[in-house]
Nanobody, 121 residues
Framework: QVQLVESGGGLVQPGGSLRLSCAAS????????MAWYRQAPGKQRELVAT???????TYADSVKGRFTISRGGAKNTVSLQMNSLKPEDTAVYYC???????????????WGQGTQVTVAS
């Protein structure tokens, strides 16, 4: 099967930095695009950043200039470098992937289990 496992969350003070990582494993033939979403309590899920198959990167306006998405050389990992963190960045962060399994099945928006990021003094 396929797994996406996020890591790197935690508690950080305002103005601090965190780096989230997500590793895909299992019966994967190819990963096309990866992205990070977040969801804060009582709020709608928000698309934070995307890294598409052609290496195009996009960001939510709320994180532009502060967050950077990158993918590993093997293309099965994605990271999110988060700088100048604000309390409003507090949320559960999820990694997603559009991928093709070894059996040929295409999976869109395959989700990880999430990692908590808390920005507080």
């Amino acid at each position: 099967q396929v797994q996406l496992v996020e890591s790197g969350g935690g508690l950080v003070q305002p103005g601090g930095s965190l780096r989230l990582s997500c590793a895909a494993s299992g019966s994967i033939f190819r990963i096309y695009a990866m992205a990070w979403y977040r969801q804060a309590p009582g709020k709608q899920r928000e698309l934070v950043a995307t890294f598409s198959n052609d290496d195009t990167r996009t960001y939510a306006d709320s994180v532009k200039g502060r967050f950077t998405i990158s993918r590993g050389g093997a293309k099965n990992t994605v990271s999110l470098q988060m700088n100048s963190l604000k309390p409003e960045d507090t949320a559960v962060y999820y990694c997603t992937a559009d991928l093709q399994r070894d059996d040929g099945d295409l999976l869109q928006d395959y989700w990880g289990q999430g990692t908590q990021v808390t920005v507080a003094s």
